[in-house]
């Protein structure tokens, strides 16, 4: 399930010769093309499959319209910055935009655009032999699995009412103070283990 679901469907889906490398493909996307790519071993209902599918849709639209289809487009247009990066794709890919507002103020986690731009350093890196610049501007990602595992690791603790809601698992409403200080704990958190890593082993390449 999860991530890597998506990265055994995907496979499996290649190995079918669907077009998924195809923009044009993906652009004319059906639900009913996506649950097939998705399709559970198990009789298990894909979530979100219509939203899930608009935005594949959505996001090939745009990468024909504005890139031309080419990934190096978009990183040759962030002048091959990271953080360039990152806001060139949240300013062109709504559903990467993660920006809250937290008393009064803009939080912005960028969770999604930053994983897509630490991917495509990754295949920058093995296609053109060279990283994007800034990697270290890249924060830990906002995730939701990430601190399951800092607070079983005693990294995170909660106050009562709060672990008394994870723990039965009542689901934190989107935007909530509640979700937002969990994500923004979890960036504390992952910034001071990286730095502790980065002196002791300065070797370490925490995006490498």
């Known amino acids: 399930d999860g991530t890597y679901g998506i990265f055994a469907s995907t496979d499996r889906s290649l190995c079918e010769n669907t077009d998924l490398l195809n923009y044009d493909y993906l652009a004319s996307l059906t639900s009913k093309n996506l649950a097939n790519i998705l399709r559970p071993c198990n009789n298990m209902e894909i979530p979100l499959l219509n939203e899930r599918c608009y935005i594949l849709k959505k996001t090939a639209e745009i990468m024909l319209k504005k890139f031309k289809g080419k990934l190096i487009n978009l990183i040759e247009e962030a002048g091959e910055d990271v953080e360039n990066l990152v806001y060139l794709i949240v300013d062109s890919f709504p559903s990467f935009d993660d920006e809250l507002c937290y008393m009064g103020k803009r ?14 350093n990754y295949w920058y890196k093995k296609f053109y032999n060279k990283n ?26 909660y106050k009562e009412t709060l672990e008394q809601k994870v723990d039965s698992k009542t689901e934190l409403k989107e935007g909530s103070a509640e979700e937002i200080e969990i994500r923004a704990a979890n960036l ?3 910034n001071k283990i990286a730095q502790k890593l980065n002196s002791r082993f300065p070797e370490i390449q925490s995006i490498d």
């Open 132 to 157: 994007l610049k800034g990697l270290e501007k890249l924060t830990g990602f906002a995730d939701y699995k990430i601190p399951q595992m800092l607070r079983a690791k005693g990294v995170l603790k």
């Open 107 to 120: 939080i912005q986690f960028f969770k999604k655009a930053q994983l897509m731009a630490s991917t495509l």
């Open 188 to 190: 504390l958190a992952l």
